[in-house]
Structures are given as C-alpha cells and as structure tokens.
C-alpha cells in the first residue's frame, strides 16, 4: 500500500502542475477575436440583389453557351466569367432547376469542370447563384443568369455522421459515447483557442503545445476515465508530443517550409501580416499527429496492465519485453497508416509530380511534397519513440499500484489494478472490465458442487488442499441428506 500511494503520489505531483501551468499557459495566449487589419473579401458574400439559392434539378441539357437566357443579368465579373468559360459556338451544359423556396425552375449554367470530372443529373440539390435580380439585370443579354455553385451534401454528411456514432457507441458503448464527446470538445478547443490565435499572430510553437496538451488531457480522462493506466498514458502522450513539437520547429525552419506553392496560402498571406504560413504549418505538423500518438499510448498503456494482471508474478523487464513485442507490431501498422493517410490526402499533388516526369528525390523534396513528406516523418519519430516511454512508466506504474502478492484475500469480481492518480477505484465500465478480467483470472477448483472461488493478491490456493476440503466436507452432506 505505501508503494501504491507514492506511485499515485509521483503520478499527482508531475500531471497537477502540469495542468494548472498548461491551463494558465492557455489563458493568458486566449485570442481576442479582433480582426482588425484583416483585410478579407468573402466570397459567399453576394452583391446587392444578388442570392445563393438552393434547388433541385429536373433535367440537365447541352446547348450552345451564347444563346439567349431570359431573365439574365450584364454587369456582374462573375457573369462575364460563366458567358466567357467557353468559346464562342461551343455548348454548355446547363441543369432545369426547381428552386427549393418555389417557382417556375430556373436554368442553371454548370461550370465546365464540375461537368467534365463530375458532372449533374437529375435529382441532384445544387446551390447557385442567383443574378436575375442584380442592378442592371437585362433580359438582352446571353450571359446565365443562374450559375452553379456547389452540391449541397448535407443528408449525406448527416446520415453518415449517424452512421458513424451509432456504430462507435454500438461496439464502443458508454466509452464510444464519451469518445465523441470528447472529439466535439477537442474541436472547440481548435476552433476556439487555436485557429484565432493563429489569426492574431500568436506564437505557432506555443499555440499548438498547450492546445494539443488540452486536448488530450480532456479526451483522455474523458473518454477512459481518472485511472493509472489513464494517466500513464498522458505522460507517454505529452513526451510524444513534445518530441513532435520539437522536430517540426527544427524541420520547418531548416527546410524552409513557407508554403508559398499553395493557393490558399497566398490568401492568408494577402488578408493579414499578422498570419505566418510557416507558423501554420509548424502548428500542422503538431496537430496532425495527436490522434494517432493518442492511439499508441493509451493501446500500450492497456497491454502493460493486461499482462499484468494475467500474470502478476511477472518481473518487470519480462512485462517490458512482452509489452515492446506488442508495441513493435503497433508501430509497423501506425506507420503504415500515418504514410497512406497522408499519400491519400496529396493524390491529386502525386498524381501532377507523376505526370511531369520528374526525379525521384526532385519530386519528394519540392515545394508541392515536401510538407506532406515532412508531417510524416515527423509525426511517426513522435509516435515511435512515445511506445517505449509510455511502457517504461506503465511497468513502473502497475507494479506499484496493480496486484501484489500477499496475502490479503480478495472477494471474487473484485478489481484489483488500474487505480486513479489519488488511488480512487476505476468506476462505471473501467471498474467492471477489470472486475470481469479479475474473475477469469482466478481458477475454479470444484465445478458442480457450489465451490467458491478463492483468490488472493498474487496468489492461488493449493488445488490439494481444496481437494481435501471437499472429501471432508462431503460426509457431512452425505449424512445430513440421510438424517432427511
């Protein structure tokens, strides 16, 4: 028991401070929300007399693009362009349209590469823009009056955003549930602390390591409540993330990664001086490993105490060598999964440095892959080098505060490792896994005839001496049942 409480003491003294200083850390970074100095030119913002109308489309035609369109409007840049995306005496493919507020269905012109990689039909909900009401609308005119937007995808996001929680809390149950809750704080934490402190220049380094540290701090306990195991996963996550930390400020800067190549960069360079693309990206770099570093630690931490608790007796360099063979097939399949993510993300990228023929390590290192090549390597040394740590404080951890060997019995059911950091009992279904782990670790000594079961810390009984008491005891019954 002194063992346990030091153990649980050591885990309070470094994880307390470290969350009192990364919650101060936080409120003293808190962005403002000003966006003085931006100077941003919305494009969802419509001009006078000008809508975003949705609908849904009947038929879908190819005629010729300068015909005449009744109710057209001149004027607009966004007209010219759709009158000018194809030469003169060339078709376009134009969608009947039923707009969704009612009315005679409009013709909506569709832009020549959404027909030429996608394309509409019938039936399609489309969002467009409408110019049949803007200053100096003419019907004279042949440019579209209606242009297309974009598709409206929200009963397919919705359904499979449904389809997704009701399977995670199927398999996963309470645990599933308080998952997603956890995924919904961790994006309002980015959406609130990170994204504007980037906006306002804050520092990416910091920016990034205190909301990541919240982040995880929150989704851990959360999702798997204040255990031991819980919280040497923490310890494992934040050692990786402070490695990922420290890699991608010294890859960003020595690689010279300023993601000039890409078009949305160029926006936020033109909107502020305030927004650095090579601070962004630094705050990528962290942020896109935090699922994955979550995964590994907190998988090694469960395997640590598994093993344990299969077999107590087990010194602690045998439970770290079994622990490191389950952690080595992780990190081979982890790595697999960061590259492909990160390779399906970039295809379109892949599939142009393909086309242009150009040399392998040329290819790699341009200025189009070599961020993607980065977060990779960067994210998997974190990832890697998270596995051993986490399972030295994990060995570490559990002999201290899991099932010792002495002679205390314990009532079968009960739990008897994976307690808090203050030494409290897992509750909910953190307590009844173990319990059910508990039970099956225990062995039965007598099957028909009402036998207990008999379990103590780190001991078994002799299956002799059971056996003895049984024969004893069997008289006895025999001898009531006949005095009946």
Known sequence: MAARRRANWLLAAVLVPLTLLTLAAMVMMWPSGSK??????????????VTFDTGKIQRVVVEACTQGNPGSAQGSSQQDQAAQAAPQGSDCTFAYTEPDQ??????????????????????DNIRYLNLSK?????????????????FVRTVPIILLAVLYAVVVIAVARWRGLRALIGLVGAYAVLA????PG???????????????TVIMIGVLYFAHGFSARTSTALLGTIFGLGITALLAAWATDAANLAGVGSHD???LTNMSDHISISGIILCGLIISGLGVLNDVTITQSAAVWELYELAPETSARQLFQSAMRIGRDHIASTVYTIAFAYAGAALPILIIVMLYNRPLGEALTSAELSEEVIRTL????GLV??????????????KATGVKQAGNAVPAGRGVAGRGVGGAENSGENSGAENSRAEHSVPEFAANSGARYAAVRGSVPDPSAEEDHFAASGPRRGRRSAGQ
């Open 385 to 398: 080098l998270a596995i051993p740590v986490t399972t030295v404080i994990a060995v570490l951890v559990v």
């Open 134 to 150: 803007a200053p100096g609308a003419s019907a004279a005119q042949g440019s579209p009056a209606y242009i297309f937007v974009d």
């Open 265 to 267: 960069a160029a926006t």
């Open 198 to 212: 980037l906006v306002e220049g804050k520092p990416p380094l910091l920016l990034a390591l205190v909301g990541s």
């Open 102 to 123: 009612g009315g005679n269905p409009v013709k909506v012109v569709i832009n020549p590469d959404i027909a030429k990689s996608h394309g509409v039909k019938t039936g």
């Open 36 to 49: 003085e100095g931006l100077t941003l030119a919305n494009p969802y913002t419509a001009a006078p007399g």
């Open 378 to 381: 960067v994210g998997s040394i």
């Open 192 to 195: 609130a602390f990170i994204l």
